[in-house]
């Protein structure tokens, strides 16, 4: 299984699997976060792409 390690300002934060990013993916959108929602949603397609 790939992994990739997500970096916050050149901290550790977390390995992420392609099961994590695909469930990010298909979460509903949330009342008044429709804009983090669809950010967040990026973020997983691109990582998604690089496994």
Known sequence: MKWI???F???FVMPVSAAYL???LEA???VGRELADAGRREQAR?????L
């Open 46 to 50: 691109r990582l998604l792409e690089q």
């Open 5 to 7: 390690v997500l970096l």
């Open 22 to 24: 695909r469930k990010t």
């Open 28 to 30: 509903p959108p949330r």
């Open 9 to 11: 300002a050149g901290m």
